[in-house]
């Protein structure tokens, strides 16, 4: 399914000890007729992962600033294009994750940047299960049981430290946990090589590009506060929240369009990606860099903003302002003119002139937006399956899955299935990630039964409401 232009990317992913680079090593040291490079992640910051990975004529990349799937995804975009200037060296990508990481948000990377999608496609998530201690890591990570959720293949490693009936119950929690996963039973990792290569198991770019209104990543930032400000010195007022510090990011010149908040956002990825600076209270805050307020003594404190012309400005936050109490305030106390006429008096009562601006008055927000937060891991993974026959009505379909995705894309994980399209003699093929649909026409129903197969997997899926309303689909 992936494009003969483009590098197939794998994203190697699994709980902490569950053989990620035992695997690794059994790829780089087979025959098998592809250069890969390797993007490695360890979380803290000292890397030990390259120096375990064999000596291999692959690129070997290591990022060790934080969780792949969090504040570093800036960090992946640069790599891997900055790995595309390299492209006659390699043509395969091996993306092996932190232990501690979350697949989906690694998974919109690469659907996320213009750059990557043109070179870079997704081939598939491979995750490693511990045979021997999954058990107990399903019972208290909320991060082992998504890697499962979002996996193509599953490789049930160690298999030789625990019995039959065990691996036997073990196999079937995992396919309940996600139906259309492969399940691949293995002792230290080792699995044919196209077991976990070239799946073909996503190929979004004709949705994406028809229909990108179904991107929702998770950001390293919660909030955005769009602000119209003169000229002036202005108060960023800050309480104690639940954090010593405050990341944030001031743009300028920020339209209010969901448009020009989208690229707002994903261009302050790439800022959050970067180191941030110390910003005591009473310093300026620049526009343009990654800060972190610093918040960690007792009482209100006071950032500034020093405006030389009149602008617009995002404020793109850590946490939401409810958690700080966050209001931004006219510091001066200067008067100003609209319309040669000038108002001394706090409040005006004719509209044809200008109100005296006063000092500490709150600025409102002339738009606000809130995203989807990274690593919000806190409910039960199930999966639901919904087959019944017959034809869907096209514009039905396509207005349930839309709402399906808008209101619900954050909470399912994976999608997977085929529909029967009245008029089409075709059946018609989707998969997805979060609000990420991919469908296309696949081979003719001939005298097969037309039916529909359909397999969500998520967080406090609505099963009832998802089958009563798919079930309105039918003509």
């Not at 040291?29 to 390259?50: M, S």
């Not at 990570?141 to 490789?155: H, K, N, R, W, Y």
């Not at 008055?361 to 039960?380: I, K, L, S």
């Amino acid at each position: 399914m992936n494009s003969p232009n483009k590098v197939p990317v794998t994203i190697l992913t699994g709980f902490l000890g569950a053989g990620k680079t035992t695997l690794l090593n059994r790829i780089l040291t087979e025959e098998h007729g592809r250069r890969i490079a390797v993007i490695e992640n360890e979380f803290g910051e000292v890397g030990i992962d390259q120096a375990l990975v064999i000596n291999a004529d692959e690129e070997v990349f290591e990022m060790s600033n934080g969780c792949i799937c969090c504040t570093v995804r800036g960090d992946l975009i640069r790599v891997l294009n900055n790995l595309n200037k390299r492209r006659d060296k390699f043509d395969y990508v091996l993306v092996e994750t932190t232990g501690l990481a979350d697949p989906g948000p690694v998974a919109q990377t690469f659907f996320m940047d213009d750059e990557l999608r043109a070179e870079y496609a997704l081939d598939g998530i491979v995750t490693l299960v511990d045979a021997a201690h999954i058990e107990q890591q399903l019972g208290r990570s909320d991060e082992s049981t998504e890697q499962i959720a979002f996996a193509d293949v599953l490789v049930l490693n160690k298999t030789d430290l625990v019995n039959s009936e065990s691996l036997d119950r073990l196999e079937t929690r995992l396919r309940d946990m996600n139906r259309m996963a492969r399940v691949v039973r293995s002792e230290r990792a080792n699995v044919a090589v196209d077991t976990v290569l070239n799946l073909g198991a996503f190929d979004l770019d004709q949705v994406l590009e028809r229909r990108p209104t179904f991107l929702e990543p998770e950001y390293p930032f919660e909030w955005t506060g769009v602000y119209s400000l003169d000229v002036g010195r202005y108060e960023l007022s800050l309480a104690e929240g639940p954090d010593p510090s405050m990341s944030l990011v001031v743009v300028s010149d920020q339209s209010t369009d969901d448009a020009a908040l989208r690229e707002g956002a994903e261009w302050c990825v790439r800022q959050y990606a970067e180191p941030s600076e110390p910003i005591h209270p009473g310093e300026e805050i620049p526009v343009g860099k990654h800060v972190n307020l610093q918040l960690d003594s007792p009482g209100r404190k006071s950032f500034f903003l020093e405006v030389n012309a009149p602008v617009r400005v995002g404020l793109y936050t850590q946490h939401l302002p409810e958690e700080f109490d966050l209001q931004l305030r006219n510091a001066d106390g200067e008067a100003f003119k609209l319309g040669g006429n000038f108002c001394s008096e706090p409040v005006c009562t004719d509209t044809e002139t200008a109100t005296q601006r006063i000092k500490g008055a709150a600025v409102p927000a002339e738009a606000e937006r809130t995203w989807v937060a990274q690593h919000e891991h806190d409910d039960e993974v199930g999966s639901i399956a919904i087959e019944i026959d017959g034809d869907c009505d096209p514009a039905r379909l396509n207005a349930w899955l839309s709402n399906l995705l808008s209101e619900r894309g954050v909470d399912i994980f994976r999608m997977k299935g085929f529909i029967s399209v009245a008029g089409e003699s075709q059946r018609f093929v989707f998969q997805g990630v979060h609000m990420l649909f991919d469908g296309q026409p696949d081979r003719e129903w001939g005298d097969e039964p037309r039916r529909n197969q359909l397999v969500f997997i998520g967080r406090n899926l609505d099963e009832q409401g998802m089958r009563e309303g798919f079930a309105e689909c039918l003509i």
